[in-house]
């Protein structure tokens, strides 16, 4: 099992950055791919960014550009670098940790942290 741990959301005006980290603990070495989600009040969970085992990432049109997802092997940890932020980026942003084992496949989650982009 996978325990998701995220930190670092806040208040921001928009254009400034924040810095999305993401714990991960337990059994880790089953993960084969992480990624940070947002969820805005009234509208479905997105994918903001992922990254496969081997480093491929992957980043939808809206945030391409001035996010990075990153991680730190050694440290267990996700990072999610956000840039020129908007208010329209708004929203609780989500770990997310897809893992294997012997049943089939696991998708983990942590319990959010709140990011806010004011005007």
């Known amino acids: 099992q996978v325990q998701l741990v995220e930190s670092g959301g806040g208040l921001v005006q928009a254009g400034g950055s924040l810095r999305l980290s993401c714990a991960a603990s337990?059994?880790?070495?089953?993960?084969?791919?992480m990624g940070w989600y947002r969820q805005a009040p009234g509208k479905q969970r997105e994918l903001v960014a992922a990254?496969?085992?081997?480093?491929?990432?992957n980043y939808p049109d809206s945030v391409k550009g001035r996010f990075t997802i990153s991680r730190d092997n050694a440290k267990n940890t996700l990072y999610l670098q956000m840039n020129s932020l908007k208010p329209e980026d708004t929203a609780v942003y989500y770990c997310n940790a897809l893992g294997l084992n012997g049943l089939g496949q696991n998708d983990y989650w942590g319990q959010g942290t709140q990011v806010t982009v004011s005007s």
């Open positions: 990254i496969a085992n081997g480093g491929s990432t």
């Open positions: 337990g059994n880790t070495f089953s993960i084969i791919r």
